[in-house]
């Protein structure tokens, strides 16, 4: 274990802290036994989750569980009936359940493997020194104490303090969010400095990207800044997402109405049976079952599953990957995206967005590293002269002093090797200048960029104009620091002396570009007076008399359609958070230009530090009033996360590094990045943009939200139909004398039989559902605001409509069944399987008139009718189905059904079409109402946005 605050402690201090010998290294015999003692420099696996605890999970949900118990008491009355055929109820509800597990099991995500995968971004080589030798080890035998050098394009393989560093860049985005690459030295830093500002420090995990360096090993493992990220993921609970909560909510509702309807149905069978024996007692207890089987819709997890299921599919083609069925439906319900800057929000490719050269000001248009794009004032592209010229030269150099290369991979997909900002230099003399200009001058010597100098110089060897050799020092760097070693400026195409008011102006511009949160870096070269020498380094007094050639503004630029995203899901009453790592006056900026905050300056990104300070009171304050935060590390991404939750909202978190890893985890939905993400927030994630586009998290949320509004479609369909069911079996059985069902003799005095029910919910609340869980959107689901926590998935209205609709329902059923009965209210002259018969097709044909009804709760089933073509086939096979299990003999003596004259026929129609008609008187008094409280709603209803009546 290394000192506590490495960065600040001076080297010499970490190395007697760590018993290291800079000269020699660990000797193998003490390497051995540090091993030994710490453990490998590995991330800890989480162990994954059994597949059979997977698979049991699926049979825990409340609606199965009820299902599970009509299982148990129907083969229990099977049995004690002598056995005798096939249990038709166990089997078909049996094979339901197994179904809806097996879909569940198969689309289910696997274990989160987040930590396996922070393990799998350790796993490199290292160069180290032991026993006086350079060798090169697995990374994962790194122990505290080595001494390990680090160069251009190593992975940074333990957390190490610094000994010494030339040039050192280290890329630390997918650790900080830090857009650049950051510069690096041995100088101490403050104790309580955040993570991102510990410039002495080289991370496990991170990228050299230039430069090159000696650092001492002082945290290896779970010690190291990934190892206590892995810390925080695997101390993240996954809660259940809304619409589990929901359909949790929705079972023990159901499982309670069962209970005490069943309890009261089979303990009225049993008073009012004749005698109460064993056989009375089955009797009562498949009435029991009846009642149960007709209030749950055994097919409802099947059928969430499988419209979640498509779901994934038609996000999938929207290149957003979701692990988790869930999920989809969460991000639907989302309130809050927090989401990372730099690859998120801005394309993490930094661009030279404005030049100001001595002869005026210019604009490069095009971002990222395509080389696409022109030189322009107002607007206009600039026209081929002195100003050109200038900016030309002004880009040249800085190509010139540059390690940076640029490549096109492929057609239209170009990379950069080295520095961002070096790239950046690249990219805008390909679009301005040529960069073949280049192509003439070789570099012979270079003084590299360190932190102390804040500049780079090289020296390239060319032909001049007039045929001669030329050695021409080209330098860039701070503004300041430049412009102090420069004795000239470049304007309009001559060489002018600097007086000290032009030195001010030059000051000025630098800070000008500054506030606009542009990293500023400035340019100037001269041609030597004679070679310079190469068996020697360059001094640094060559660095004298340059030209100044201008200023540079460098941005990471956001991608362009994530303004208009933005913009989209503010109309949706979603808001957005930028969370990141990088400078807050950039975030700020960022924030702006997207619509995030204001774009007038006025909101100041709120940092880390600042978080840290608050008190509970005024952390959830500050999170509710405020939209960018930077300079964050994980912890507080999580407290922000957190406080955003306890406010009750709905939290959906985007991000691509190792330090978006933790708060992908606990917030309700993560989105990690396909592209630049690191395998760590992949796996941390629910779902995966595989175009890394924040506008696809905007299609997402619309994808969620209509899945949402197809299964309240399904619920107000299923649980209408089942509550009719329940209805005609609970009235029937307690009214069963006044409908005549006892003077017909039958052996139960209960209006449907039990397998008549399952028949009904397999054929209504199978194909009809699911036609309604894939039904296209009627109204824009974006015009609304999400919903909250506490809202349920079933409100008041849906409820007054579900109640309306299975109390129509059961009527016209028992009315079908009084009127095939001889006796009864209403007297008939049928017998007891005819009027059971007219009964049941009643029910089904009114749930085929319900499911045109559910497709919009205040719509009328007459507007867009035919946009369902799967409903439609779906009514006319259950309709069809219908007749057979009437009049087919095989179906009859299955389903003790009777068949049905053109009269009887008559009758069932025109019944079960009171359910649909009941339904559009009630669409058009809530209409009505809504135009009286709402003198927009006839707009509203053209643009297809939905009243201010929730149903």
Known sequence: MGPRAPWSTPTDHVTDAVAADLAQGLTSEEAAERLE???PNEIAAAPPTPWWIRLGRQFTDPLVVLLLIA??????AWWSEGADGTPLEVVVIAAIVILNAGIGYWQEAKAIEAVAALRRLSATHATVLRDGQVMHIPTADLVVGDVVALAEG??????CRLTSAASLHIAEASLTGESTPV??????????APLADRTNMAFSGTAVVRGRGEALVVATGMDTEIGRIATLIGEQEEGETPLQRQVSWLGRQLGITVVVLSAIVVGAVVITAESRTFDSIVDAALVGVSLAVAAVPEGLPAILSVVLALGVQRMARERAIVKRLSSVETLGSASVICTDKTGTLTRNEMTIVRVATGGGHVDVTGVGYEPVGHAAVDGSPVEPGVLLDDVVALLTAGSLANDASLQEESPGRWTVHGDPTEAAFLVAEEKIGDGHRRAGYERVIEIPFTSERRRMSTVHRGIADDGTIEYVLSAKGAPDVILERCTHERRNGHTLPLDAGRRNELEQEAELLAADALRTIAVGHRCLDEPPRLDAPLDDDEERDLVHLGIVGILDPPRPEVAHSIAEAHNAGIRIIMITGDHPT???????????VADDGSERGVTGRELGECDDDALQETIRERAVFARVE????????????ADGEIVAMTGDGVNDAPALRRADIGVAMGITGTEVSKEASDMIL???NFATILSAVREGREIFADIRKVLRYLLASNGGEVLVMFVGVLAAGLLGLRAAGAEQAVPLLATQILWINLLTDGALALALGVDPAVDDAMTRPPRRVGDRIIDRDMLNRIFLLAVVSAISALAA???GLDGGLIGGSGDIDTARTMAFSTLVLGQVCDAFNSRSPWSSAFVRPFDNRLLWASAVVTILLQVAVVHLPFMQTAFDTAPLGFGEWAIVIALASTVLWADEIRKLVVRRQSRRTSPTISSATTSGALPSVST
Not at 154 to 159: C, H, I, K, S, T
Not at 586 to 596: D, N, V, Y
Request: hydrophobic share 45%; net charge negative; proline share 2%.
């Open 71 to 76: 299982i148990a008491i129907s083969f229990v």
């Open 690 to 692: 595989a175009d890394d």
């Open 183 to 192: 510069v690096k030295d041995t100088a101490t830093v403050d104790t309580d």
């Open 154 to 159: 190593d992975a940074v393989g333990a957390d």
């Open 634 to 645: 994980p912890e507080h991404k999580l407290k922000i996360v957190e406080a955003l939750q």
């Open 817 to 819: 069944l009084d009127l």
């Open 37 to 39: 003692r710490d453990g």
């Open 586 to 596: 950039t975030a700020a900026r960022i924030g702006g230009s997207l619509g995030i």
